[in-house]
């Protein structure tokens, strides 16, 4: 099984920034997709931005022109937030689905690092 870790989140004020981070590590062949879910309190868990080996990326409608999805050579994606708004608080998780050592999918989820937007 693979292990997720997720840094990045904190308290913010409306209109501003944060970038949260997710490293892959353990029984990885290669990663198909990585992304971002968020859930808020009393809230279904909903997909915020997704991006695929091939670097395809798709985007909530909510957060279109906002956030923006990265990944660096390494098993890390990204979620660089801006103009942050207080219905984007909610806990973040990393996800990741991926070929393991026996050629089989699977997928991982992060433990969720909570984001705050408010004054």
């Known amino acids: 099984q693979a292990q997720l870790v997720e840094s990045g989140g904190g308290l913010v004020q409306p209109g501003g920034s944060l970038r949260l981070s997710c490293a892959a590590s353990?029984?990885?062949?290669?990663?198909?997709?990585m992304g971002w879910y968020r859930q808020a309190p009393g809230k279904q868990r909903e997909l915020v931005a997704g991006i695929t080996s091939g670097g395809s990326t798709n985007y909530a409608d909510s957060v279109k022109g906002r956030f923006t999805i990265s990944r660096d050579n390494a098993k890390k994606v990204y979620l660089q937030m801006s103009s942050l708004k207080p219905e984007d608080t909610a806990v973040y998780y990393c996800?990741?689905?991926?070929?393991?050592?026996?050629?089989?999918?699977?997928?991982?989820w992060g433990q969720g690092t909570q984001v705050t937007v408010s004054s």
């Open positions: 353990g029984n990885i062949f290669s990663i198909s997709t």
């Open positions: 996800n990741a689905r991926y070929y393991d050592d026996s050629y089989s999918m699977d997928e991982s």
